[in-house]
Antibody, heavy 123, light 110 residues
Framework: EVQLVQSGAEVKEPGESLKISCKGS????????IGWVRQMPGKGLEWMGI????????TYSPSFQGQVTISADKSISTAYLQWSSLKASDTAVYYC????????????????WGQGTLVTVSS | QSVLTQPPSASGTPGQRVTVSCFGS????????VSWYQQLPGTAPKLLIY???QRPSGVPDRFSGSKSGTSASLAISGLQSEDEADYYC???????????FGGGTKLTVL
């Protein structure tokens, strides 16, 4: 059974750093892209970026480039999302999701999702 | 402002058929397949439809999807109370080289 299990909720102050995780199991973690999606309170889904754990090839949404860092450790089947200096506006639920693509890339889907990590940034 | 455009709300009574539309452009829906996600209150999104009209195992056939040009639709027939949720369309965007989502449609079962 494919599962993505995310780390627990975090409460941080502005300016602090944070790294949240997403551990995959039940499939070959190395060979499938993992994406991160933000959902601010009461709002919709926003794509942040994507990483291929096999070689750590990463693409960021322009909206999040320079604001977060996506990484992965294939030896422990875990992807990460990190901030060096949190802002109150980073308060949101963050989801990881497995990204599947057909050869040629015309058909793609986010087929399995983690349970979400709530990050609250407040002084 | 989301790249894909969905109506913010939709509603129906039990047993009815409802549809949710999703409008995009040539860089996303026009050239890539559409997927739909259901988000029940307080839970993570779940894949409902992929490749425009395919259902993952376990998704009831009451849910169906279609695509034409740069727009797509999700149809739910035989509406049930447990279908009350937020529904999001999504597609890969070649210009962005990433995913784009609709703003979400909140479905209310009256």
């Amino acid at each position: 059974e494919v599962q993505l299990v995310q780390s627990g909720a975090e409460v941080k102050e502005p300016g602090e750093s944070l790294k949240i995780s997403c551990k995959g199991s039940g499939y070959s973690f190395t060979n499938q892209w993992i994406g991160w999606v933000r959902q601010m309170p009461g709002k919709g889904l926003e794509w942040m970026g994507i990483i291929y754990p096999g070689d750590s090839d990463t693409t960021y949404s322009p909206s999040f480039q320079g604001q977060v860092t996506i990484s992965a450790d294939k030896s422990i089947s875990t992807a990460y999302l990190q901030w060096s200096s949190l802002k109150a506006s980073d308060t949101a639920v963050y989801y990881c999701a497995r990204h599947l693509a057909s050869s040629g890339g015309s058909s793609r889907r986010l087929d399995y999702w983690g349970q979400g990590t709530l990050v609250t940034v407040s002084s | 402002q989301s790249v894909l455009t969905q109506p913010p709300s939709a509603s129906g009574t039990p047993g009815q058929r409802v549809t949710v539309s999703c409008f995009g452009s040539s860089s996303n829906i026009g050239t890539k397949t559409v997927s739909w996600y259901q988000q029940l209150p307080g839970t993570a999104p779940k894949l409902l439809i992929y490749s425009n009209n395919q259902r993952p195992s376990g998704v009831p056939d009451r849910f169906s999807g279609s695509k034409s040009g740069t727009s797509a639709s999700l149809a739910i027939s035989g509406l049930q109370s447990e279908d009350e949720a937020d529904y999001y369309c999504a597609a890969w965007d070649d210009s962005l080289d990433g995913w784009v989502f609709g703003g979400g449609t909140k479905l209310t079962v009256l």
